[in-house]
């Protein structure tokens, strides 16, 4: 229900938009229709969730995804090196995976 | 992943004393030091790190070599392998937790090495069984009827040498329509079977051998086990249900081999065979105990105390850790010049570094300095390990932004015999409430970031804390260190000759000892500089016998991990009541300190706005040179001087009547969001967007006898405190209170 409540959501508000609100600014207070979208992908299940594996402090990110307890995290090949980047590119990941919209940068 | 980890034997250490290091290093060789931690945040935006080279006796290459850790918790009877019987019954009321984790052992005398023994087992299928072996042929039977996890069932196995028969009976406690969990089997094996063995009587787990001077435990069980009995004959179902109580008919007695009772000493580690055999035995990694039995009622007092027969279980668990029990591979000889301060031995081999962070206070009685830092380490004990970033998946909203783990984390998550923090689950789902400091604590060292504490530093706890020391150095003050573990054994004469204690970031986790030393201080001329946020929120337990561990029983609300079972309010360490300090009469953090836990979020933090309190002459000292209106805009945690977790300002939750705000943080992210300890009904608008309680007050008030306490509820707040080379009003601000609070000037309460 709130998947498609989402959906009519991303519709009906300009997604563009809100997109760019995102890629401007990915922590923080967001607006009301942002931050629904981003607490719905946030709260993948651990087995499955996006994440990063800091590789070197503050400088680099590695996208991983979790496969629950215990279990070894998968290294994906993505790497970052602006936190920023990398948020955008799990944010990216996840409007496809959850709503199948294709983002480009 | 990590191949270097390790641990003191005390984190406390006194001139004098020796300090000794375990280490689990997998490459060839290493080099060690021993180094002052002054400033551990590798964020480019923060003060270079600084980590000053101690010389030592310590300084130079070693071999490295991998030890490992066995957890698991477990019971133990050690036997004269003679003494054995060949015909055998075991018994127990069981309440399994994790049916489907395979084989796990309940009562053994079972020696996974030789494959000889008796066992009574939840077999592969999840179901009740008998394993028995002569170390050939491995016979075993089981009911074939899963039992459901979280319901007691009686639970027994016979072997008669004599004949050969072999009986399992698993009787559920309570009956379910559609659950078929109920099964008596029997059948011939062997006849005469010798399955005596080297191995140990166990409870929930088989005998593995030893390592390196440890008890090795295989099989391990999940689950409470109760009244476990042992009889040296094959008993029928008739007589097994008698011995299952605590009263036992004459004619069973004589063939009674052990009855323990697990309400017998439930604060320390033994449990007593009221057999009158005497076999009594050892819990092995700190079990929980004071756990509900399977005849607790609930109308008959809640605490263990009240009527112990109803709390005699064991809540075993198979990451349950206490002492890793490594051998030595380092120690330092405190030299009497030493000063106080907080140390670490440094580890490196082939490019990774590892750290053993260690505390050297002044001898007891003998402060070096007017001023005190309070090394929080039962919040750091609280912490240890924990695995926030894999735990659960809304960990994101509480983080507002994506999950970044840190090479430790990745570790822990796999190496779940490191032990776990009171903020986890054990492997069955139960909340974790023992900590122990006896195992590698990988996120108490400096270089280290967390999950929580936001943008640019992302710390927490320990590292975070290093912003208040290089402060201080900084500023030129002279310190001592001790640590609220030092508070609770020795109490208000630990601090009581220092003119000024500060705390950490987040002092969290307190036992009525630490509680009582530092409200001890503060009515007797103490200053007492919190300079953090919720602090003093938690009530915790020491063990009196063990030391080392610490407990907490989350008890009835408040902002937590997990809920324990009612029943199981109570300390097993203490039989003190567990749960928040607000709860525990008059004792709330504003009681202490002015102000108590109100909001966390760990996005973005924000910043204070002076409050009309600041103009008070009683507080003007606070900003004395500071025109700003607006506080702390700033900062290495979150951006901002509050933000993470904030502490409100409540006269009617017991912050003084005469305690003045000076400041009052605002305009908080919806990521900070209203405590659940503060809200009955839930309701609208509990976000810091919208809601006037998220908020950190700055509090200052003073003290009978001269003294006074400034807090600023606030965990990011030191975060601000380096930014711009420390030049910043947050720095200036919080050095005005230091230097009053270190004027023997009295302060004067005010008058009525």
Redesign the interface.
Known sequence: MAKIDLKTLIRNEDLPTLVAEFRAK?????SPAL?RI??HI??????G??????TK??EE?RL?E?NG?????TLRDEVFHD?ND??WA?FKLRMKRHFDIDLTD | MLKITGYADRVSVTPGQTVSFMINCEYARYSASIVRVVQGD???EAPPVKLVHVPSAIDGTYEGRPQIIHAGSFGRVDLDKRLTTASISLQAMIMPTTTGKGRQAILSRWDEGSGRGVAMVIAEDGSLGIEISAGGELHRISTGRQMLDRHWYFAAVTYDADTGDASVHQIPQHDFPTIADAGSVSARLAAGLDWSSDAPLLFAATYGGTDAGRMVARALFNGKIDRPRVSSCALPLADLRALAGDVWPKHLTGTLFGAWDFSRDIPGVTFEDLSGCARHGLVVNMPTRGVTGHNFTGEDGHCWMDKPEQWSAIHFHDDDVYDAGWEIDLALAVPETMKSGIYALRIEAEGEEQFITFVVRPARGQATAKLAFLFPLATYMAYANEHF??????V??HL????????HQ?FL??H?EYGHSLYDLH?DGSGVAYSSRLRPMLNLRP?V?ANHG???SHLWLFNADTHITSWLEHCGEDYDVITDEDLHYEGYDLVSGYRTVITATHPEYYSREMYDAVQTYTHSGGRLMYLGGNGFYWRIAFNKTQPGIIEVRRAEGGSRAWEPATGEYYHSFTGEYGGLWRRQGGRSPNHLVGIGFTAQGF??SSYYRRASGADDPRAAFVFEGIDDEIIGDFGLTGGGAAGMELDRHDVSIGSPPHSIVVASSEKH???HVFVVEDMLFNHMGTTG?VCEKVRADMVFFETPRGGAVFSVGSIAFSGSLPWNGFDNNVSRLTHNVLKRFLDPAPFVEPAA
Request: hydrophobic share 35%; charged share 25%.
């Open positions: 990915p922590t923080g207070q967001h931050q981003v607490n946030r709260s993948e299940p651990m087995t969730k996006l994440a990063l594996l800091c402090p503050h990110w991983v979790m307890r215990g279990k070894p995290m936190i990398a948020e799990i | 590798t964020a480019p970033g894999t735990n659960d998946g809304l994101e909203l507002n932004r994506a999950l970044i783990l840190h090479p990745q998550n796999e779940r492997s270089k970031e936001a943008a640019p996005d973005e992210t919806e990521a967007d």
